[in-house]
């Protein structure tokens, strides 16, 4: 059996598993065996798999109440539905691409990003190829307006002009996009990327000159002053020992107001400060610790003296950076009681009021049957002195059915865009915050 | 080597199981990083179909639990009851290693 065959055939396998279970895995699954070289013996284990499968109580249809008759027809139907799966593959790859499984049927919202000047919406359905990118005008959120679409993979960040936007490709490489004629987007640049790594997040610096690609063991820096033909200017390393407790989170990473400064998680626990005002001679300023789980999001403050990060443990940071090389904490605040809310949360943070606010939303989605389905929001706010000091807090939290989602939040506050959850279609839900 | 009853009814899927929790003992890992460091310090090549049998399961039973995605790639951390499990697993087989150890040496 030749590679390419058993690849196929192993993705097509995908698709025999029960549809449930499907919904749960089967993007993990393929993901998996995109990486892994498969072979025979991966194309048996997976149809011996599916079948388990299907026995299994928990996945099976009709549960407990099922006749003798059926279960037996069902473990038939389960056994020669693998074969006769191969033998239609065998018989004609012309039908293959149109039953091949795709992604997009268990789609959910997969990735969102806003511009700078956040009167633009990106949002992503898929992962891979097959994923599909949607430019929105969101300047009046009560009203938005669909502008393109392109097939690109996950949206990370939008340039400044907002005539860029910079995806995930499959093989974790940065790629352009050219959307400033809405009804033709093109790829502008495929990047090369480092092997055997994640890209797990981009930033354009606010002249749009300088795109920070983040690892989890380097960021690169390119000059995509001209998009067409983008230069690297220089590689910033983490450190050697990267601890692999944060391998394949997301992280947050986010150029200072001024462009001056870059702050991206660099490992479980920290966060660095990059001075990158000569980028191809960017150096290591500060590193900001604090925290026991890694970084979810961060955001600096309008005038750049302050930077929030808060961890996927639920603790927020508030730093005073008016001496970049010498930050100095200004607070420290809980965004969800407890510990533990480590595990399927979103996060979502910015100033707002000229620095003055901040903003943090908090998706934590319980375990369980339900998993996926619901969410306790939690929706924060603080009052802050110049300095960072808080001088008030409100917390609203409140239940929301549209969870498992990416979250954003404008500039202002005020607008959250809330992705559907997976299965849930390609919905961005628009929220005028109170 | 099913040692412990609670590995007992995950039949095919209990010696994988044993070598993911092994696996996510020291820091959560996504799929295929299971299999590659599996396939690293006991040399059995898991195949992806295993993988997923076994995490689905382990995940059931509340012994590991899934993390946020970061595109397709989800890693998974061992949990509390995880730990405990696979600990008294390892206490099972090392007793068996020690009887094994013995006897064959006087053998």
Not at chain 1, 290 to 310: K, R
Not at chain 2, 5 to 26: E, H, N, Q, Y
Not at chain 2, 41 to 60: C, H, I, N, W
Request: with cysteine.
């Amino acid at each position: 059996m030749t590679r390419t065959l058993a690849a196929r055939l192993s993705r097509g396998l995908v698709g025999c598993y029960p549809r449930r279970w499907r919904q749960r895995y089967a993007d993990e699954l393929l993901d998996v065996l995109d990486q892994h070289r498969a072979g025979a013996r991966t194309v048996l284990n997976l149809a011996a798999s599916a079948v388990s499968t299907h026995l299994d109580p928990a996945y099976r249809l009709g549960g407990l109440a099922m006749t003798r008759f059926r279960r037996g027809a069902l473990i038939s139907a389960t056994l020669v539905a693998p074969v006769v799966l191969m033998l239609g593959v065998l018989i004609g790859f012309g039908a293959w691409n149109d039953t091949s499984w795709h992604p997009g049927d268990a789609a959910g919202v997969t990735a969102l990003a806003f511009s700078p000047d956040r009167r633009i919406l990106v949002s992503a359905i898929g992962f891979d190829e097959d994923g599909t990118d949607t430019v929105w005008n969101v300047a009046d959120p009560a009203h938005p307006k669909q502008l393109a679409q392109f097939e690109g993979g996950a949206p990370t960040a939008i340039s400044p002009d907002r005539r860029t936007v910079a995806t995930v490709s499959f093989h974790d490489q940065p790629v352009l996009w050219n959307v400033s004629s809405p009804q033709r987007p093109a790829k502008i640049a495929t990047l090369p990327g480092v092997p055997d790594v994640v890209l797990w997040g981009q930033a354009f610096s606010p002249d749009g000159r300088i795109l920070a690609a983040a690892y989890t063991s380097q960021i690169d820096l390119w000059n995509v002053s001209s998009p067409a033909r983008p230069r690297r200017l220089t590689t910033l390393a983490f450190d050697a020992a990267a601890p692999p407790h944060w391998y394949g989170f997301p992280g947050a990473i986010a150029f200072s107001p001024d462009g001056h400064i870059l702050a991206s998680t660099t490992s479980h626990d920290g966060v660095s400060l990059w001075n990158v005002a000569n980028p191809a001679s960017a150096v290591r300023v500060a590193t900001l610790s604090g925290h026991t789980n890694p970084v979810a999001a961060l955001a600096f403050s309008p005038d750049g003296h302050l930077l929030a990060d808060v961890g996927y443990d639920g603790r927020l940071d508030v730093f005073n950076l008016t001496d970049p090389a010498h930050p100095s904490r200004a607070a420290t605040l809980r965004t969800i009681s407890g510990s533990g809310a480590y595990y399927n949360t979103a996060y979502a943070l910015d100033f707002s009021q000229g620095g003055r606010t901040l903003t943090a939303i908090v998706d934590t989605i319980p375990s369980g049957p339900q998993s996926g389905t619901a969410a306790d929001e939690t929706i924060s706010r603080w009052s802050l002195t110049a300095e960072g000091t808080v001088t008030h807090t409100t917390t609203i939290s409140h239940y929301t059915a549209s969870a498992g989602g990416p979250l954003a939040l404008d500039a202002a506050g005020r607008t959250l865009a809330r992705g559907a959850p997976p299965q849930g279609g390609d919905i961005v839900y628009l929220w005028m915050l109170p | 080597m099913r040692v412990h009853g609670k590995f007992d009814d995950l039949g095919r899927f209990a010696d994988p199981s044993v070598l993911i929790l092994t696996s996510l003992a020291d820091g959560p890992r996504h799929g295929y990083a299971i299999m590659t460091d599996v396939a690293g310090f006991s040399g059995v090549q898991m195949e992806p179909g295993t993988l997923y049998g076994a995490l689905s399961r382990l995940e059931r039973r509340g012994w590991v639990r899934p993390l946020p995605t970061q595109e397709r790639r989800r890693p998974y951390e061992i949990t509390a009851a995880g730990q405990s499990v696979l600990a008294e697993q390892l206490a099972s087989m090392q007793q068996i290693v020690r009887v094994g150890r013995r006897r064959t040496a006087t053998a």
